[in-house]
């Protein structure tokens, strides 16, 4: 008997059961599918496929207690092919359970806007380093979400945005008021809420007297029991300008 071969034979052991549960799967638009490390899903019709991988993370400074600043556990990771497009029009959600499998689903800015899954538009953010890439998206819903990442992005164009976003999504356009007007640190956005939401317009006003630092703002806020907005905007400290 040659004398390496138990070796030979434990080895494969050992690595044998990775290969034997790597899969190649072909997967529909929003189907939602288990993975584990090696796996290739395909989209059904097309040439665009992914492989998921792995990555250790980094090591951890104190493991079970403090790990520190920028620490990264251990995550799947994602080695997708477009094929063709030169221009991936996919958005890759996934659930990681641990450090090897999960489950994804593969979509489209449709899909994703069809499904209001704003989720969906802050993963696809994921990938890029400025707001540059969000503008390539057609929805204002995903663009929202999407710039969710960007809070330092104030590209005149999407000054109209919040009045673009879908009505029927409880509360979507009040909070956009509000956050567009910190992030344009543009009062007018304040304006923008239906003499209904008067406690929305009054918590805009507010801030935007401490952020503008100006208090005539506060004669604008609602004078009314539900709420101290004026009360709060008065006892704002001036600051030297």
């Not at 007297?209 to 101290?228: G, P, R, V």
Request: proline share 7%; charged share 25%; aromatic share 14%.
């Amino acid at each position: 008997m040659n004398p390496f071969t138990p070796f030979i034979l434990i080895f494969f052991f050992i690595v044998g059961p990775h290969d034997s549960y790597a899969k190649t799967i072909e997967i529909a638009l929003s189907e939602k599918v288990p993975f584990q490390k090696g796996d290739i899903f395909k989209l059904k019709g097309t040439d665009y496929s992914v492989e998921i991988g792995f990555s250790a993370g980094t090591e951890c400074a104190v493991p079970g207690f403090n790990c520190g600043s920028g620490y990264q556990p251990p995550h799947p990771t994602y080695d997708i092919k477009c094929g063709t497009h030169k221009l991936c029009p996919y958005i890759l959600m996934d659930y990681p359970t641990n450090g090897t499998s999960g489950s994804l689903t593969i979509e489209t800015e449709e899909s994703c806007t069809k499904n209001k899954l704003e989720y969906c538009f802050s993963t696809y953010a994921r990938q890029f380093q400025d707001d540059e890439g969000c503008m390539k998206l057609k929805s204002p819903f995903g663009k929202y979400y999407c710039l969710e990442r960007f809070p330092e992005s104030k590209r005149p164009e999407n000054k109209a945005l919040c009045e673009q976003l879908p009505a029927e999504i409880y509360a979507l356009r009040w909070n956009c008021f509000y956050e567009y007007a910190v992030r344009y640190r543009d009062a007018s956005f304040c304006d923008k809420y239906p003499a209904s939401d008067f406690s929305g317009r009054d918590r805009c006003l507010l801030k935007m007297a401490e952020l503008l630092n100006d208090q005539s703002f506060c004669k604008k806020i609602s004078a009314t029991k539900e709420h101290s907005y004026v009360e709060q905007c008065q006892q704002l400290e001036k600051k030297p300008k």
